[in-house]
C-alpha cells in the first residue's frame, strides 16, 4: 500500500534513496523494485528487522534488479547521520505529524538532499485529523502518536522556506480514512472488535483489487487520509 506516487517522484534506477521512517518497508521495498539502493531508516528497531527481512528475501528470490541495494538504519529524523546532498530522492512518509520539531526535520531533508534531487512528504490531512480528534481522546494523547495537524498550505510553506520547490499534490487512502473513524469509535485499544476485523479484512481484500483501487482513487477526492507533497531542491 503506496502512499507515495513513484512515477510523480521520478524514481529511477541506480538512484540512491531515502526512506526516512520506512516503518515496515512499503515504499523501501518500491525503491528496490525500481533498482535504486535504499537507505532504510526508522527509530524502531523491530520494524527495521522486518524490513530488512524483507529486503533481503526479494534480493535472494529475484525479485530485485542485480544492481539495487539496501542499508537498514537506526536513525533521528531530527538529527539525520548522513552527510550534506546525499540522496537523488527521499520519501518521508507519515512521520512529520509525531515528531518534536518538524521545521528542524524538514531542514535536516533538505540538506541531505541533493541539489535538483526530489523529496515527497507525506501527512495526515488535517479534516481526518479533525474527526478523529473530535471521536476520541485517545488518538492525541497515546503515547508516541501524533502531535499536530497540517493544512497542505503550511506543510508546502515549510518546506519552500528549506529550499523545497513545490512542485506537486497528492491525496490517497479514503478507505483508511473510515478505517480510523471505525477504531476511534470502537476503542484505538479495541483491535479485536468485529467492526473493526470486519474492515481489516475489507482493506486486505482492496490491495489485491483493481476494481476497488479505483472506487478508493475516486474517493480521494473527498475524504483522504493522506496528503502528499512532492519537491525538488533549488
Known amino acids: ?35 535504486a539502493s535504499v537507505f532504510c531508516m526508522d527509530l ?46 527521499i520519501i518521508c512518509a507519515e512521520v512529520m505529524e509525531h515528531v518534536d520539531d518538524d521545521f528542524k526535520a524538514c531542514s535536516e531533508l533538505a540538506r541531505v538532499l541533493k541539489k535538483n534531487g526530489r523529496i515527497a512528504i507525506t501527512v495526515p490531512t488535517f479534516f481526518s485529523e479533525m474527526i478523529y480528534d473530535i471521536l476520541t481522546h485517545e488518538y492525541f494523547t497515546s503515547p508516541g502518536g501524533h502531535v499536530r495537524k497540517y493544512f497542505p498550505s503550511e506543510l508546502a510553506h515549510m518546506m519552500r522556506k528549506n529550499g523545497l520547490e513545490v512542485y506537486a499534490v497528492g ?27 470486519a474492515y481489516h479484512e475489507f482493506l486486505t481484500l482492496g490491495l489485491f483489487s483493481k476494481f476497488m ?17 512532492y519537491a525538488w531542491k533549488k
Open 213 to 229: 483501487r479505483k472506487v478508493e482513487l475516486f474517493f480521494n477526492y473527498f475524504f483522504p487520509k493522506s496528503v502528499v507533497i
Open 171 to 197: 491525496f490517497k487512502h479514503s478507505f483508511h480514512t473510515v478505517w480510523w473513524i471505525i477504531r476511534s469509535v470502537v476503542g484505538l485499544h479495541n483491535a479485536n472488535h468485529p467492526l473493526t476485523k
Open 44 to 89: 524502531d528497531l523491530d520494524s527495521l528487522l522486518k524490513t530488512r527481512y524483507t529486503l533481503a528475501d526479494m534480493k535472494l528470490q529475484g525479485r530485485a534488479p542485480a544492481n539495487s541495494g539496501f542499508i537498514t538504519h537506526v536513525g533521528d529524523a531530527l538529527n539525520l547521520p548522513f552527510k550534506d546532498e546525499t540522496f537523488d530522492k
Open 1 to 35: 500500500m503506496l502512499t507515495v506516487d513513484f512515477d510523480r517522484l521520478t524514481v529511477k534506477e541506480g538512484d540512491i534513496v531515502l526512506d526516512a521512517g520506512c516503518g515496515l518497508g512499503r515504499h523501501s521495498i518500491e525503491f528496490m523494485r525500481r533498482g
